[in-house]
């Protein structure tokens, strides 16, 4: 273990990391007490949440077959009101394109008529860039920034390492 000189700045380090590793072992427990707790609840609840679930389902699909049914109801109006909510039918068009590089291969042969339909994209090659030095990237308005990163990590117990610790030393 590489230890500086114990200073106060280091005491307070080791101080810190200490409260750090308390509060993540804590937070873990806490966590896992959550979880138990939700799939307790969870459990309690899947017969009625299963039914619920099943009642939204059927009752949405029957809403909108009636709705499909009777498209009168929605000729002059998008959407009908009901004491117990809103039904609003709609239409919407998309376009299924099946092969996208067939269909920019058969508008490119149209030449001038078919640029209307397709777009260009250019973006830049960043991998190509970082190869530059900075004097030329500030030219082209690039800014390279360096950035330092801290990892803390708490410590954990190594149980496969403390067993054969403890195993070598009961050998001896």
């Known amino acids: 273990m590489n230890t500086p000189a114990p200073t106060a700045d280091y005491k307070n380090l080791v101080d810190l990391m200490a409260l750090l590793s308390e509060a993540t072992a804590r937070m873990g427990e806490l966590e896992n007490d959550l ?13 009625d949440y299963t039914t619920l679930q099943a ?6 699909a029957a809403i909108e077959a009636a709705a499909s049914l009777n498209p009168q109801w929605f000729a002059k ?4 009101k009901t004491p117990y909510g809103t039904v ?3 239409s919407t068009k998309k376009l ?20 209307p339909f397709l777009r260009t ?18 030219r082209l ?12 990590t708490p410590s954990k117990i190594d ?11 009961d050998a001896q």
């Open 55 to 60: 009642a939204i389902s059927t009752s949405e």
């Open 88 to 90: 609003a039918f709609r």
């Open 77 to 80: 109006v998008k959407s009908l």
């Open 141 to 152: 308005r690039i800014k390279r920034i360096t950035t330092n990163a801290c990892k803390i």
């Open 121 to 138: 994209t250019k973006v830049l090659n960043i991998e190509a860039l970082e190869n530059l030095d900075d004097n030329e990237l500030s």
């Open 96 to 115: 299924e394109v099946k092969n996208e590089e067939v269909s920019i291969l058969l508008l490119e042969q149209l030449g001038q008529d078919g640029l």
């Open 35 to 47: 979880q138990q707790s939700w799939l307790d609840l969870v459990d309690a609840r899947r017969k």
């Open 159 to 169: 149980l496969g390492k403390t067993v054969a610790t403890v195993t070598k030393g």
